[in-house]
């Protein structure tokens, strides 16, 4: 089979689940990881053949987006913060929200001053990873409740050869991290379960509901308890990071007076959606 004629095997396959350009993205991303081609290269040369084992590897990954798994769990990556992490169902797939959290962060701390970070739920350690990246002579902890994501987090720091202290901790159950810290930072689950209708097959069927979804009767479950522990072990002016569920930012802001915290701020993402807060002590 030629390139141009997977590419419209891709589209008929797909077409009822995907709109045409998330399709044509799908291609080239596939194409890059398997044939280590690009988009120009694809345009030069649409006639190229085939081999069989790198047809069997796109088919292979055409059968999974056709039961909408997710790409980057089936290439088994993705970018972050110009980095590439590795990626599996037991962690959260990093999203464009998450890098502006984290460049946010970047950009409100000053090396001097940071020089403990903690990252509470960090899943691929993306967050984490690319805070010591920014930060090389801080010390940066993360933790989370997973010891899959943990392992997963461990092989990631190592790629981006960067030392991150990985601890498996409940935060909900155990504040006993006995640091102090400049900065934390914490994207948690806050989907409320309610909100589930609304979301996409390779979103509810795929990623770990774990690290997604909380109460809608207490849909500020870990913000409670990561703001109650950040008010006990954040350094004087020290920073809080959250991403947050759109539907609950005045509320994590009014959480945030609540313990004391000062110079809070709520920030809209890309879409124009209240999705991150920081706040000092």
């Not at 920073?239 to 509320?251: D, H, R, V």
Request: aromatic letters at 8%; one cysteine or more.
């Amino acid at each position: 089979m030629e390139l141009i004629s997977f590419k419209k095997e891709m589209h008929a396959q797909l077409t009822e689940s995907y709109p045409k350009n998330e399709i044509d993205s799908f291609f080239y991303r596939l194409l890059d990881h398997h044939l280590g081609m690009s988009k120009m290269d694809c345009a030069l040369h649409p006639n190229r053949r085939l081999s069989i084992s790198q047809l069997n590897e796109l088919m292979s990954a055409l059968n999974q987006l056709q039961k909408h798994i997710p790409l980057q769990y089936i290439i088994g990556q993705t970018s972050f913060q110009g980095s590439f992490f590795h990626v599996t169902p037991s962690v959260l797939i990093p999203r464009p929200e998450t890098e502006e959290l984290v460049a946010w962060a970047i950009d409100s701390a000053q090396p001097p001053s940071v020089q403990r970070i903690l990252d509470i739920g960090t899943g691929s350690g993306c967050i984490a990873i690319s805070l010591a990246k920014a930060f090389p002579e801080a010390n940066t902890t993360a933790i989370d409740i997973s010891k899959s994501a943990l392992k997963l987090a461990k092989q990631n720091a190592v790629q981006n050869q960067v030392i991150v202290d990985f601890q498996c901790v409940n935060i909900l159950e155990n504040q006993s991290v006995a640091d102090s810290y400049d900065l934390i930072i914490s994207n948690p689950p806050y989907v409320t379960f309610s909100e589930k209708k609304q979301m996409n097959a390779n979103v509810l069927d795929h990623e770990p509901h774990r690290a997604l979804f909380v109460p809608d009767s207490n849909p500020l479950l870990f913000y409670n308890a990561i703001g109650s522990f950040a008010s006990q072990h954040l350094s004087d002016n020290g920073l809080l990071f959250f991403e947050i569920n759109e539907q609950y930012g005045k509320s994590v802001v009014t959480l945030l007076k609540d313990l004391k915290f000062h110079d809070i701020e709520l920030r809209k993402d890309f879409r124009g959606k209240d999705r991150m807060i920081r706040a000092k002590k």
